[in-house]
């Protein structure tokens, strides 16, 4: 998500982090490793005017000893609406081909205005399946419009 933030503000590593204040080789690990401290994310985010929940995972910002880092995404455990999300997501755009980083983005955009949440990965348990319905009609350009009359029939 870094990366693809960095692309849409026109930004490579250098200028991230003259803008945040983080050094070069901090944003360079991150990149690799995917991994830093909440306090750094936060001043990346600030630096790229987006919003910290963009790029850090549920559970990674609350007290406990345990989320002094931004977890590794991989690191999730299945089985939970944030996996099921994700997989729908992606199942989604092998379908849809090219510019995958792009289309994720516009994506997770759409769901987030449609549930009124800061991150796709906030939606409610109780909208999963909501969610779910509708990553598999999304159109790029097109939300989540579709024609109502053929799935009506179906």
Known sequence: MLKLAMMHRGLDPKDLAKASGVTYQNIL???????????????????????????IIPGDM???PSSDTCKDRSSRRSNTAYDQLNKAIEDRLAVLGDNRS?????????????FNVR???????????????LIKIWEPGKGFKSDTNHQASA
């Open 102 to 114: 792009l289309l994720r983005y516009w994506l997770a955009k759409d769901l987030r205005e449609h």
């Open 29 to 55: 690990h991150i990149l690799k490793t995917g991994k830093t401290k909440n306090s750094t994310m936060k001043r990346i985010a600030e630096a790229l005017r987006y919003p910290i929940e963009f790029f």
């Open 119 to 133: 991150s796709y990965t906030l939606v409610a348990q109780t909208n999963l399946d909501e969610a779910l319905a």
């Open 62 to 64: 609350d007290d406990s």
